[in-house]
């Protein structure tokens, strides 16, 4: 067990982690390569990452695989993300079985292509009986486009007299949503150095702590998302209350 690892408050693990995987391009480039280059490589990292994530007692890890705005990148480096997609999902099948990891899919998921719809819901039903962590894959995902969808699906259920106005709060909303039987994200990390949420889980991460690295996302390994798990711990979660209603509550 290393140093980072005995340092661990395993009764402070973070319940749900979200990441989002920045940097693979930029990686490929600074070493003469092309940017699907970065892509491939940063699959060890996905590796690793679920692996201590399970191996700590993380429930949910959910992971910014492709954006709606990612559809616009050019159309070999989309084909190719597709490709990686289907072939990454087939072949990590036997690190999730063996870590005992189900895996679950959210986004415009009727935008990817039929192979990709296919491959995922293969490996989600094959792994369904997995309790050990749950892995999410944000992919065509944008929260923008989630949280009007939701408005949506209020307004409509309102005109049609199934749901009072007056009844809407917060949870109205929430059970609405892509995620809604995820619990909030309690950390997210960004890697590559990038500070910004990037139309990702904005209603989710109202009181998520925020970490940024500079490591980019092939790099990222099993150090490194013990050190951002070291600062979460550091961290005092108030909620909007103050430090002593928190710690009279604790």
Request: aromatic share 8%; charged share 25%.
């Amino acid at each position: 067990m290393s140093g980072q690892e005995e340092r661990m408050d395993t009764q402070r693990i973070p319940a749900h982690v979200a990441i989002i995987m920045d940097g693979n391009g930029r990686w490929a480039q600074q070493r003469g390569q092309d940017r699907i280059y970065g892509h491939r490589y940063a699959v060890q990292a996905v590796r690793e990452t679920c692996e201590i994530c399970a191996e700590l007692g993380v429930k949910y890890l959910t992971l910014y695989t492709f954006s709606t705005e990612n559809w616009s990148r050019p159309a070999l480096e989309v084909e190719a993300l597709m490709q990686l997609l289907v072939e990454t999902v087939e072949s990590e099948l036997d690190t999730l079985m063996k870590n005992k990891i189900a895996l679950h899919s959210f986004g415009d998921l009727d935008l990817l292509p039929a192979r990709c719809r296919e491959q995922l819901k293969r490996t989600e039903q094959l792994t369904a009986d997995n309790h050990q962590m749950q892995l999410n894959l944000a992919i065509s995902y944008s929260a923008r486009s989630e949280i009007l969808s939701a408005v949506k699906k209020i307004a409509e259920e309102v005109k049609a007299q199934e749901l009072d106005p007056s009844q809407i709060n917060e949870a109205t909303l929430t059970h609405r949503l892509q995620t809604a039987l995820l619990p909030d994200p309690d950390l997210m990390i960004r890697t590559s150095g990038e500070q910004r949420l990037s139309n990702f889980l904005l209603w989710q991460s109202a009181y998520t702590e925020l970490y940024f690295t500079e490591t980019c996302w092939p790099d990222f390994r099993k150090a490194d998302f013990l050190a951002a798990l070291e600062e979460y711990q550091q961290r005092e979660r108030r909620f909007g209350k103050t430090s002593a209603q928190t710690t009279a509550h604790s």
